[in-house]
């Protein structure tokens, strides 16, 4: 009988991306498959994130629920990968000592041989350097999950924004070399995928080497080779910094229709003071001048952005500059955070001086705003005849499929189960809270 693997992913699509790294890491060495009742697994990870207080206090109580499922069988291997394993190493082990297995996100594909030493040695096997990208030539061939599949092109971040603390758990900016991002694309493509998300804590800081000639490729050239592949008909990516959003990206929302039309570029705040003191390096009217280019390429495009309030010592009226941006460009969804001081970052020095019921309320008012937003982007579409990806059942049932619009939207609409895997169109007849209905007209040739 297999081995079993249970593995919970908290945080980033970047860590989506590795648990499924993992998995397949620990089938190809140790036949592991994965399962979701943790009584009948053997080992067991958690690939964590340490962005914010919240995830990181997480860990530690989960690890506290597993510690009867290790007692219950001595023999289980109990694992903790992912950012709060690079920031507290060994720490882990110590405050949580059922733990065997500590790596980071860049030691992943050692998970074979660290699951081999705790085997051995019976003390917990501890490895979260930074080995560059030696990860990805140790990694299987990507095996597609259906039609769409995320493609890591770069690693780590350069930015240091003074609140953030991936820089210090991911590491600086590491870019895969081109031949070996398009010959995952390419094995992707074979399979059956239809659209590519290329992922990165900063994608549009890739630069990824080619060849021998010392040449490097960005991002938007990048784009026009892997529009090249035939079978693959959507590109995406996430998550890109402002400050790093070229001319080329934003021509290539006008020059390349396999581009779909979403955006997702973090702006944290509409405060110059804030954003000097985030060291985001632009200022509020840098960020509008790209939006308005953006739009003017791609008039569709559905902009989505992150929002840190409560940074110390945001005021009443840096946060209405940020509610005034938010107006002004018109964003259509968001992530957005109360700030909490992570260890280690320099922001974590000042005081966390806005009062947390104030932090909660901008918050509030925040999200609300962008609910509304939604709202109208959703409602705007109604009428309009999208082309969708089909990508499963709909949660929903009666007879009804799912996909995706190029604008990033669930739609349900009644059509056989059939085209699961094809592009097809669908006009929206409604807008529902977190999806749209439509009525399926044709398959697109
Ligand atoms: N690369 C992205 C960018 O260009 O900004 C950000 C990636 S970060 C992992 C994801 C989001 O978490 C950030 O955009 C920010 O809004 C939020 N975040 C990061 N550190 C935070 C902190 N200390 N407190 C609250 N939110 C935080
Ligand atoms: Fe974090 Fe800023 Fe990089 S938010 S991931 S340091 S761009």
Known sequence: ????????????????????????????????????????????????????????????????????????????????????????????????????????????????????????THKPAVDISFPEIEKFDRLPEPRA???????????????????????????????????????????LVDQGVKEINLLGQNVNAYRGPM??????????????????????????????????????????????????????????????????????????ADYLAKIKRIRAARPDISLSSDFIVGFPSESDLDFVETMDLIAEAGFDGAFSFVYSPRPGTPASNLRDNVPPEVKKQRLSLLQNRIRGLDTEFKEALVGSRQTVLVEKIAKKGGGQIAGRTSTNR????????????????????ESQPNSLRGRWVAPTP
């Open 145 to 187: 999950e259906g039609v769409t599949a995320f493609v890591s092109i770069m690693e780590g971040c350069s930015k240091y924004c003074t609140f953030c603390v991936v820089p210090y758990t991911r590491g600086t900016e590491v870019s895969r070399p081109l031949d070996d991002v398009l010959t995952e694309c390419a094995q």
């Open 211 to 284: 060849g021998k000639s010392g040449e490097l490729c960005d991002l938007a050239l990048l784009i026009t080779y892997l529009a090249r592949f035939d079978g693959l008909k959507r590109i995406r990516y996430t998550t890109s910094h402002p400050a790093e959003f070229t001319d080329a990206l934003i021509d290539s929302f006008a020059d390349e229709p396999k581009l779909a039309s979403y955006l997702h570029l973090p702006v944290q705040s509409g405060a110059d003071r804030i954003l000097g003191m985030m060291k985001r390096g632009y200022t509020r």
């Open 1 to 120: 009988m297999s081995k079993k693997l249970y593995l919970i992913t908290y945080g980033c699509q970047m860590n989506d991306y590795d648990s499924a790294k993992m998995a397949s890491v620990l089938d190809a060495s140790h036949g592991y498959t994965r399962t979701q009742d943790a009584d009948e697994a053997d080992l067991l990870l958690l690939n964590t994130c340490s962005v914010r207080e919240k995830a990181q206090e997480k860990v530690f109580s989960e690890l506290g629920r597993w510690k009867d499922w290790k007692a219950a069988k001595p023999d289980r291997v109990i694992g903790v990968g992912g950012c709060v394993a690079s920031q507290e190493g060994e720490a882990i082990a110590k405050r949580a000592p059922m733990v065997d297995l500590v790596f980071g996100p860049q030691t992943l594909h050692r998970l074979p041989e660290l699951l081999d030493t705790t085997r051995r």
């Open 410 to 429: 669930w739609i349900n609409f009644e059509a056989p189960e059939s085209l699961i895997g094809q592009f097809t169109d669908v006009v929206v007849t």
